[in-house]
């Protein structure tokens, strides 16, 4: 037993009903130890532990007394013959696995020590015979159990397959996590077999829709930089579509290293700003759409203090996620008791991750979109050059465009979105949606397409509106028709060589 907890009280109410008690190793010195009388396995089996208790309960005796048929004669006969004593409860609790490969100094030694055998065949043999045998993986179901033999004298049927299904299950989420680790460590990529698990973290009260139900599960290896792991310090519980949102606006968020906010509507970014400061910053992610921000999900990447507070107070707000909150900041945006106010640490983010997107019969799975970019690499295709003031405007939008749904345009300045056109089916459509929203502002803005222009259109309308720069990936077949028009305006555009589609 590897988690005790609860072990000793439910081994004494399994006694008082007249159950005797196997146990090995640790556990039954800390039975022993309360006072709880046990057999030693081996006075069962008629061999020591050995192999540093590698084997102990790998034994006929033992899987026989599990697997016997109760209903069988043939069975009963075969138990007789070889002396096998039925077992009808099965109490286990595997070697640590999860808890050792979650060390950051972890040999593989180590983790290969914690592969538990002879506990997950006593489970799946018990589980098997549930018919017959009571078993228990989770001190949880220590009372439910204790509490049906209190009454009546034996566990119900109901009771034994419910539990046989927990055992499973169990058994299921424990192998998938060594066979994660044995694929990592071999370095494959692309196994045969995907075998994933994930730990429930919450019921939801319903999905996108409220005839749709819903309930969000944690990796059971938890990623310290996401959703899952953020705590909620304040508000309402957390629906799928916050959930969604949130998720999608963190992405953004680690984006930019310099004081940034997020302001994110429906999966797609509403308003981001950077400044020298947090409150600054604020100011402009809320200037850059101050009606689309209205019940938005906000990310700050930095600790949140009374006068941005103050301002986000103001508005009607559905979650505020930050790596912290000064006192003063706290109370201010908890007067309003609805708003979900999370703390997320900013600190621990992975710079290589998989993304999963279920279809119907499938799983989609590829690498998240977090390639490292350097403008300075990028490949300037016009007679004219940025200016250094374009240049830092074109690479925030870069950085914001790869989150807008595409087909997807940012126009932006240094400091600010100032209009987003996205997930149009056609591009020159998001286009006219960007520059629409960014209206006067368009005269001191750039643009970022995700991908490229199939044709000139997108940039001689963004050129006759006031732009002034470009970035795009290139690649189309007809690049040099938006190269010819842009040099037609005196624009400058650049070539980055990546595309960022997120659909």
Not at 370 to 391: H, S
Not at 477 to 498: E, L
């Amino acid at each position: 037993m590897s988690d005790k907890t609860g072990i000793v009280a439910f081994a004494k109410g399994l006694v008082a009903q007249g159950i005797e008690i196997i146990s090995t190793g640790g556990t039954k010195q800390a039975l022993s130890e309360a006072g709880v009388p046990t057999i030693g396995i081996e006075e069962v089996t008629g061999f020591p532990e050995m192999m540093d208790g590698r084997v102990k309960t790998l034994h006929p005796l033992i899987h026989g007394g599990l697997l016997g048929r109760r209903d069988l004669p043939e069975h009963q006969q075969a138990m007789e013959e070889h002396d096998i004593t039925p077992i009808d409860f099965v109490c286990v609790n595997l070697y640590p696995f999860k808890e050792t490969i979650e060390k950051t100094d972890v040999t593989t030694a180590e983790a290969i020590e914690n592969i538990d055998i002879g506990g997950p065949s006593m489970l799946r043999s018990a589980a098997k015979n549930y018919a017959a045998v009571t078993v228990v993986v989770d001190p949880a179901d220590y009372e439910v159990v204790l509490g049906e033999l209190q009454a009546s004298g034996s566990t119900t049927a109901a009771t034994r397959e419910r539990l046989a299904a927990k055992v499973f299950r169990h058994m299921a989420a424990y192998d998938a996590l060594i066979a994660g680790y044995l694929t990592e460590l071999v370095k494959e990529t692309e196994p045969e077999k995907l075998t994933l698990t994930f730990e429930r973290k919450q019921s939801l009260r319903y999905g996108e829709n409220s005839h749709q139900t819903a309930a969000f599960y944690q990796t059971a290896l938890p990623e310290s930089y996401s959703i899952a792991s953020a705590k909620q310090l304040h508000g309402k519980e957390l629906s799928y579509n916050n959930i969604r949102d949130a998720d999608a606006a963190i992405r953004i968020a680690r984006e930019y290293q310099a004081p940034t906010v997020v302001a994110l509507k429906h999966m797609n970014p509403c308003g981001i700003g950077t400044a020298e400061t947090i409150e600054q910053a604020w100011d402009f992610a809320y200037a850059a759409d101050p009606v689309s921000i209205f019940g938005g999900i906000i990310v700050l990447n930095q600790e949140v203090d009374a006068a941005t507070a103050e301002k986000m107070h103001q508005l009607f707000l559905e979650i505020i996620i930050a790596p912290s909150y000064t006192q003063e900041a706290f109370a201010i945006l908890a007067k309003k008791k609805n708003v979900r106010l999370l703390e997320l640490d900013f600190s621990q983010q992975a710079t290589k991750e998989t993304e999963k997107v279920g279809v119907l019969g499938g799983l989609l799975v590829q690498e998240q979109d977090l390639v490292p970019e350097d403008p300075q690499t990028w490949n300037v295709v016009t007679k004219r050059q940025p200016t250094t003031d374009e240049l830092a405007a074109l690479a925030f939008a870069w950085k914001a465009v790869k989150h807008v749904k595409s087909n997807a345009i940012v126009v932006a300045n240094a400091h600010q979105t100032v209009g987003i056109g996205a997930g149009q089916m056609n591009r020159i459509g998001s286009v006219k949606i960007a520059i629409e929203q960014a209206g006067e502002r368009v005269q001191d803005a750039v643009l970022a397409s995700d991908a490229f222009f199939p044709m000139n259109d997108s940039v001689e309308y963004a050129a006759q509106h006031g732009i002034k720069a470009i970035v795009q990936p290139g690649g189309s077949i007809k690049d040099q028709d938006s190269i010819a028009m842009a040099d037609k305006y005196g624009i400058a555009m650049v070539f980055t060589d990546i595309r960022h589609f997120r659909h």
